[in-house]
């Protein structure tokens, strides 16, 4: 199968991407696969109780955030995946694919016998259906950009078709899609979930409430959720990769992490997000499974561009970014469990470039620019919110870059809300500073610069609502770009670009915060912060 056009990309991440490592009783790897001899007989049985705040949804269209992106992998699978430890491109439900002559058009072999969680067996004509429920203007999907090289998304996006015109079923197991310009990393983009193939009869049978009953074909199939109590998801005896070790895996849901290591150390959980504050203390007690390993993420704060007073006035923008000692934060609040953004990109990303941004800790930088954005010493500066969502110590951050912000007479009060209401304020405008992560959807430059700055994902994942043409035209450029080396460099520009117009504020560059429980076996917490439950296994 040709992969020309993603091999070096795979060679990149494999040699400088530290990421987590597989950790327990034995190596990820099945071992009834023959693939590895190892010295303890991975065992079936159990249910692994795993940290969960809420989610937004479970309905795959709808994957646009990090909690329910993390059930949403364990019940569908698509066509491609990353393996874990390396985020090398893996086949899933495609045996195979390969590109025409300019990577305009893409063929998809898929494996045959592949079952959804009712029993019927999915073919190329459900990722048809599927994809094109995404496109569609009624089903407004958050995360429909995914698709947009495909040909017809608009029409699609406008209610001028129902199918999606590039998608097609050339027989039960050949699917064929064609783009509107050649986009050399396109099979990297369909592991996202968004991209996962759904029944349509079960889309019909719950219509709106497929969220609350989500089916697909993973490793995994959903049984309840029980709104922040639960969700439970038990093996899929008929998955065609072969079956997870694990009967159940109960997704416990808790309003905050605190409460949830309390619960973790109670010996109630299997894993658990580390607490700020207890990082130390807790890589001291249970030394390799506490899991803080780098991560393909960004932390951030957003500043609206459609809104007062961050809209048309870059000064100000500039000011804040330059008021905040990213180091002093990372090392103190976080422990060292983060590292201080030096751009958008971070470390691990094929293209990433080392100190992207100018906007180090300069207190007289930050004054200088305040008075110019016409606020000197703070006067007449409007009464400014910060918002972080709660329960995950955002709080303890948003106070430490309140006070430094402060030392440079740039003045606002913070407030946190719970998560979901917390992101229908930011999309209605309501919130106009606001803290917020992006984990990557899959290892690519362009999966961080489309979505959040691309204009036609304001007020989705481009959450500050930026619009810049020029940005817009060249990131298009850059995916139509087939010589890796020209990619990267139009990648890079874009980056400059956004950076110089100031509407995010890049904090740290995240790292995975995860601790175990000592039963717990083949536990991989990859570089885009999940986990393949499939693999793991509880000793006796």
């Not at 009834?32 to 705040?53: I, R």
């Not at 005896?237 to 309390?262: P, Q």
């Not at 959980?269 to 007690?285: V, Y």
């Not at 995240?510 to 499939?534: F, P």
Request: proline residues 5%; negative net charge; charged residues 25%.
């Amino acid at each position: 199968m040709p992969r020309k056009f993603i091999l070096s990309l795979t060679i990149f991440l494999v040699l400088i991407l530290t990421v987590a490592l597989v950790v327990g009783c034995a190596p990820k790897e099945k071992v009834d696969k023959g693939e590895e001899s190892v010295s303890e007989e991975p065992v079936k049985g159990g249910t692994f109780n795993a940290f969960l705040m809420e989610p937004v949804t479970l309905d795959a269209a709808h994957s646009q955030e990090s909690e329910g992106i993390q059930v949403a992998k364990q019940i569908y699978d698509g066509l491609v995946d990353y393996e874990p430890e390396t985020m090398e491109l893996t086949a899933a439900m495609a045996e195979s694919w390969e590109p025409n002559e300019d990577a305009s058009a893409w063929t998809f072999t898929l494996k045959k016998g592949v079952k959804f969680h009712n029993g019927r067996e999915c073919k190329a004509e459900d990722f048809v259906y599927s994809w094109s429920r995404v496109a569609s203007k009624d089903t407004a999907s958050e995360v429909a950009y995914h698709l947009s090289p495909i040909k017809g998304f608009n029409d699609c996006q406008e209610g001028k078709a129902d199918i999606l015109e590039g998608v097609k079923a050339i027989d039960d197991y050949t699917l064929e899609v064609s783009l509107e310009y050649s986009y050399a990393e396109f099979p990297v983009t369909v592991g996202h979930p968004v991209f996962s193939p759904v029944p349509k009869e079960e889309i019909e049978k719950w219509g709106d409430e497929f969220s609350e009953h989500p089916v697909g074909t993973g490793p995994f199939a959903f049984v309840e959720w029980k709104h922040d109590q639960h969700i439970t998801i038990e093996r899929f005896n008929n998955y065609y990769d072969g079956e997870a070790y694990l009967d159940k895996v109960a997704f416990k849901i808790f309003a905050d992490e605190e409460t949830a290591f309390l619960e973790f150390e109670a010996g109630n959980l299997d894993d658990c997000q580390i607490p700020l504050g207890r990082i130390k203390e807790t890589q001291d007690k249970y030394g390799e499974r506490a899991l803080i390993n780098p991560m393909l993420g960004i932390y951030y704060y957003g500043l609206n561009m459609e809104a007062e007073p961050w809209k048309d006035n870059v000064e100000l923008r500039k000011a804040i970014n330059y008021a905040i000692h990213r180091a002093i934060i990372t090392d103190t609040v976080w422990e060292g469990s983060r590292v201080a953004a030096t751009g958008i990109v971070p470390a691990g990303i094929p293209g990433f470039k080392e100190d992207a941004m100018p906007y180090m800790f300069d207190q007289p930088k930050a004054r200088e620019l305040l008075e110019e954005a016409g606020y000197p010493g703070g006067k007449g500066l409007p009464e400014l919110v910060l918002g972080y969502n709660t329960g995950a110590g955002h709080d303890k951050v948003a106070q430490a870059i309140q006070a430094q912000a402060e030392e440079v007479d740039i003045e606002f009060d913070i407030a946190g809300y719970e998560w979901g209401t917390y992101l229908d304020k930011i999309q209605s405008k309501e919130i106009t500073f606001f803290r917020l992560g992006w984990l990557a959807d899959y290892p690519t430059m362009d999966n961080f610069l489309y979505p959040m700055f691309h204009s036609e994902n304001a007020g989705a994942d481009n959450m500050t609502y930026y619009k810049n043409s020029d940005v817009d035209e060249k990131l298009i450029e850059a995916r139509k770009e087939t010589d890796e080396a020209k990619r990267r460099e139009l990648y890079q520009e874009i980056e400059q670009i956004v950076l110089e117009d100031a509407t995010i504020v890049p904090i740290a560059f995240y790292k995975t915060n995860r601790v175990i429980g000592e039963n717990v076996c083949a536990y991989t917490r990859t570089a885009m912060d999940d986990t393949s439950y499939e693999f793991v296994w509880l000793s006796k």
